[in-house]
């Protein structure tokens, strides 16, 4: 996979949320399906909005005193690492690290940086469960009115070219791998769902609230946070920033309704602009992460 994990020792390294640091190679079977984050600290192909990259890294440090919450409410979790290097390189190893904590009874969970992240654990995903329902928090629905063959995308990568955080969710659309692709949230003029018509290959749920979600009961589910269905005032350091947004409580009510009622098999955070001005930001997307995964026997 890619550049290796930042701290293969798993030693003096406090981890996401305060989670602590396992190295992915000492990853022992999970007794409960907790959550196994992972970092990808680069831009994988960011279209939109400025350069997120550092964002994990970011999230990971100031996250980190949140430790004794995370301990005492999610006593499980851990954190296998951050990666980082080339695109395509990180693109390979965020696929193989979410393989590896299937294999393992966790639940992966990555933080990235621009919204492309989502593609390849969800895609992972996808393979290992059928009937999979992609579910994604955004202000915004990545259907690019254009998959744009003009720019190298993460091609090679086992996604097609042209592929950018602003239009990915078209690329899955098109693939069938998921038996529906839900939004949450969308509200950008610029993406209005008009656009699309009838054609629109995505379910809209415009209120963040769980009122919306009954037809999701039962299922499995990928989540996808893009940071930016938050309002910016709560979020100010995203790239696309969107007025009319959600609260975190709004947020965190859908994500543990999600928990509650669906099978949770894997998710991601993305869309965080590392701005030291505005380090909540860490802790209220790692708060959001940890409220989709509640730790349940696995058997
Ligand atoms: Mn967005």
């Known amino acids: 996979m890619g550049e290796a994990l930042d701290d293969p020792g798993g030693a003096g390294l406090v981890g996401f949320g305060g989670a602590p ?7 022992a079977p999970a007794k409960s399906a907790a959550a196994c984050f992972f970092g990808v600290d680069i831009d994988l192909s960011k279209r939109f909005g400025d350069s ?37 390189d990180v693109i390979r190893g965020a696929s193989e690290v979410t393989a590896r904590a299937f294999a393992a009874g966790y639940v992966p969970v990555a933080v990235g940086c621009d919204h492309t992240v989502s593609y390849p654990v969800a ?3 996808a393979r290992r469960h059928q009937d999979l329902t992609y579910v994604y928090l955004d202000a915004h629905l990545d259907l690019g009115l254009h998959l744009d063959h003009d720019r190298d995308g993460p091609a090679g990568a086992g996604a097609p070219a042209g592929v950018h955080n602003g239009n990915f969710v078209a690329a899955m659309a098109a693939g069938g791998a998921f038996r529906e692709i839900v939004n949450v949230g969308a509200r950008a ?6 656009v699309y ?8 749920v415009r209120e963040v609230d769980p009122a919306g979600l009954s037809a999701l009961r039962g299922r499995k589910v990928h989540v996808s946070l893009d940071i930016d269905v ?5 979020v100010p350091n995203t790239g696309s920033r969107e007025p009319f947004g959600a609260t975190p409580e709004q947020v965190v009510n859908v994500l543990s309704w999600l928990a509650d009622h669906c099978t949770v098999v894997s998710a991601d955070v993305s869309e965080v602009l590392p701005d030291p001005a505005h380090r909540t930001t860490a802790e209220i997307a790692m708060r959001c992460a940890h409220e989709l995964v509640k730790e349940r026997k696995t058997r």
Request: aromatic residues 8%; charged residues 20%.
């Open 21 to 27: 640091v396992v190295a992915l190679d000492a990853l």
């Open 52 to 88: 997120s990259d550092g964002a994990a890294a970011f999230v990971r440090r100031w996250s980190a005193r949140m430790g004794p919450w995370t301990r005492g409410h999610r006593p499980s979790a851990v954190d296998v690492g951050v990666l980082t290097g080339e695109a395509a």
């Open 123 to 125: 895609m992972t995903a």
């Open 189 to 194: 003029w610029t993406t209005y769902d008009d």
């Open 197 to 204: 018509g009838a054609g629109c290959p995505v379910t809209i």
């Open 230 to 234: 938050l309002d910016p005032v709560h």
